[in-house]
């Protein structure tokens, strides 16, 4: 398997322009993570996505920001407008979840990140 | 929701010498503690991970301890070398819960 892709790697846009983010999963990985990674802030967890349902979309920092999770390949993160704050680099992950063994382990895209002037 | 904390933020050790690292959560019903190292530049990865039925676990120059009871666990690393220099997250886990929540993350930095 070729791990969990993300697209682009780098993206820098202008303040008020759209930005989408992409992610593949692991094969059979039935949960998927966004995260947003600052220096002051850390590894922030935005949604997670279990069977392609969001679950928990409490860490999404406002409405300029969604997610969407069309099937069990593919899942984007959605900003607009975009704003310099949003800059960061933002990990996709995927697990296999709860209730199996190894369910618990987290792997990682390379990231994409994202620079907004 | 969980609270996690790590500490030391920063870490500075001497190559050759040990480090530790600490991560205090606050829901006990935690029962899996992974610890991940995200070396610059590069994604997190998993590098070591402990279930709540064990109270140690080993891996050649690393391992993690758990006290449930003060609901901490620690991330030993022995005989430090130059390319453990990274930061290193923690994620304790309530295994009904998918959600998973990192530490702040403590960046390590070895001296030769």
């Not at chain 1, 933002?90 to 987290?106: E, K, M, Q």
Request: proline share 6%; net charge neutral.
């Amino acid at each position: 398997d070729a791990g969990v892709i993300q697209s682009p790697r780098h993206e820098v846009t202008e303040m008020g322009q759209e930005v989408t983010l992409r992610c593949k999963p692991i094969s059979g990985h039935n949960s998927l993570f966004w995260y947003r990674q600052t220096m002051m802030r850390g590894l922030e967890l935005l949604i997670y996505f279990n069977n392609n349902v969001p679950i928990d979309d409490s860490g999404m920092p406002e409405d300029r920001f969604s997610a969407k999770m069309p099937n069990a390949s593919f899942s984007t993160l959605k900003i607009q407008p975009s704003e310099p704050r949003d800059s960061a680099v933002y990990f996709c992950a995927s697990s296999t979840g709860t209730g199996r063994s190894g369910a618990n382990v987290l792997t990682f895209g390379a990231g994409s990140r994202l620079t907004v002037l | 929701g969980e609270n996690v904390e790590q500490h030391p933020s920063t870490l500075s050790v001497q190559e050759g010498d040990s480090a530790v690292i600490k991560c205090t959560y606050s829901d006990s019903a935690s029962n899996y503690f992974p610890w991940y190292k995200q070396e610059l530049g590069k994604r997190p990865q998993l590098i070591i991970d402990i279930r709540s039925n064990v109270g140690e676990k080993k891996d050649q120059r690393i391992a993690v301890t758990l006290n449930k009871t003060a609901k901490h666990f620690s991330l030993h690393i022995t005989e430090t070398q130059p390319e453990d220099s990274a930061v290193y997250f923690c994620a304790p886990r309530i295994n009904r819960d998918d959600k998973i929540i990192f530490g702040k993350g403590t960046r390590l930095h070895i001296l030769p």
